[in-house]
């Protein structure tokens, strides 16, 4: 969070407590004064009774009655008043607090999302250039292709994931199941995955024939969300395993890699919208925030449940089970 943040922030918080211990002890000084007033009159009332009047005893135990049941009165809906107000004031810290939260989330977001979209226009601009201005020869032509064709895929999926987590959000996506070959689905969106990371090594274990009702989209959105994961988070030596196999009733889907791994704190907000893993201020590490998210958001929707454990020696594995 900016310098300027923080300031706004801890304005903010010294004028909120401020404003809450004003409110207690305008509370307690109403408490006390009407619990004085109270015994005042009560003793006003008993000093204007007669001793000869033979109701005198029972007027004065009717005043300090009276007198009582005002006391219980004024207690009672102080501790109203006082749990209400604490209860409010709790409330508002916490909206106030996630307010703060998600605006900071989302100017994390669209710097991130700023970053994403240059850097690849930027490449593929120099690369076409380059194309333009020199006769290369045709490996570096085919090079520079490669990598233009990769900046591009990125331009592509930043655009699904952010497209599709907003439909998904509003309600404007209308999901399509249809009976389809989970299986040939994977398969093709590996090879796919493969000819984009030439660089990495995959292996895959994928069990034939293995039928879902699903969304296309989603589902193929899915696999590459969980595998380009694995990629950001795991050195180019280290191998990135995927599984796909019929368990039961159920099929499970799973991605691991050799990491940096996540934390049991990250692991509980690794799913989260926006969230990234590590410090915003000195992540290097490319992405919006999105992937995950929209993963659970997929799983959820095709009776899935995605889990991340800690993957021996070092890193993550991602499991979704679909219930059949």
């Not at 404003?19 to 004085?36: G, N, P, S």
């Not at 007669?50 to 501790?79: C, F, H, M, N, W």
């Not at 000819?195 to 879902?212: H, K, P, Q």
């Amino acid at each position: 969070m900016g310098a300027f943040n923080k300031k706004k922030l801890t304005v903010i918080t010294i004028v909120y407590w401020f404003l809450l211990v004003y409110i207690v002890a305008a509370l307690v000084w109403w408490f006390i004064a009407l619990f004085q007033q109270n015994r005042q009159m009560a003793q006003y009332k008993l000093q204007e009774l007669v001793l000869a009047d033979p109701a005198y005893l029972q007027k004065a135990s009717a005043i300090t009655t009276a007198e009582k049941r005002k006391q219980a009165q004024y207690i009672g809906e102080g501790l109203t008043f006082l749990f209400l107000i604490f209860v409010g004031a709790i409330f508002v810290y916490r909206a106030v607090k996630r307010q703060l939260k998600a605006t900071q989330q989302q100017q994390n977001f669209m710097m991130a999302v700023t970053h994403e979209l240059k850097t690849p226009i930027a490449i593929t601009r120099l690369n076409l250039e380059t194309l333009q201005k020199h006769k290369l020869d045709e490996p570096r032509q085919q090079k520079l292709i490669h990598s233009s064709l990769q900046e591009t895929n990125r331009l592509n999926t930043l655009a699904n994931n952010i497209l599709i987590s907003s439909q998904l959000d509003g309600g404007g996506y209308t999901l399509t199941k249809e009976e389809l070959n989970l299986s040939l689905l994977a398969t093709q969106t590996i090879t796919a995955f493969k000819s984009r990371f030439t660089d990495r090594t995959l292996e895959e274990l994928i069990e034939d024939e293995i039928d879902i009702s699903g969304d296309t989209l989603l589902l193929e959105i899915l696999i590459n969300n969980l595998l380009e994961n694995a990629v950001k988070y795991s050195a180019k030596n280290t191998i990135i395993h995927f599984s796909l196999r019929q368990l039961g009733n159920t099929i499970q889907l799973q991605v691991a890699d050799h990491g940096i791994g996540l934390s049991k704190e990250e692991r509980t907000k690794v799913f989260d919208r926006f969230y990234r893993v590590g410090n915003e201020q000195v992540r290097n590490t490319k992405g919006t925030g999105l992937g995950l998210y929209l993963c659970k958001k997929i799983a959820l929707d095709h009776n899935g449940d995605i889990q991340v454990t800690e993957n021996n020696p070092v890193g993550s594995i991602f499991t979704i089970q679909f219930s059949r």
